[in-house]
């Protein structure tokens, strides 16, 4: 099983800027869609972005237009560029198959306040 590891988070003030990644420890390759997901306190965790294979991306209304997903199928990374931030998109971020699968990796804290 394709273990997931986060990273790329911070505090950040409002419109500020984060790139998040995802390293697996095997080939995404095969895996049709990623997805990075948040979860905020005393709320659900949500979708927040995807990607197939094949490039083709799909994003919450909430981040169209301020983030963007990308991959590299040869370095098995999964990236989240995170522009235009908002106190609201604090939350733990995780990455994960999209639709996901247990277990979910330790998340990556992005935390915007000024």
Same mark, same amino acid.
């Given at each position: ?11 950040? %003030? ?8 995802c @390293?697996?420890?095997?080939? =995404? *390759?095969? =895996? ?5 997901? +948040? %979860? &905020?306190?005393?709320? %659900?965790?949500? *979708?927040?972005?995807?990607? &197939? $294979?094949?490039? $083709?991306?799909?994003? &919450? ?5 301020? *983030?963007?997903?990308s +991959? ?17 998109d ?6 994960? +198959? @999209? ?9 990556? %804290?992005?935390?915007?306040? $000024?």
């Amino acid at each position: 099983q394709v273990q997931l590891v986060e990273s790329g988070g911070g505090l950040v %003030q409002p419109g500020g800027s984060l790139r998040l990644s995802c @390293a697996a420890s095997g080939s =995404i *390759f095969r =895996i049709n869609v990623m997805g990075w997901y +948040r %979860q &905020a306190p005393g709320k %659900q965790r949500e *979708f927040v972005a995807g990607i &197939a $294979s094949a490039g $083709s991306t799909s994003y &919450a209304d909430s981040v169209k237009g301020r *983030f963007t997903i990308s +991959r590299d199928n040869a370095k098995n990374t999964v990236d989240l560029q995170m522009n235009s931030l908002k106190p609201e998109d604090t939350a733990v971020y995780y990455c994960n +198959r @999209a639709p996901p699968v247990r277990p979910w990796g330790q998340g990556t %804290q992005v935390t915007v306040s $000024s």
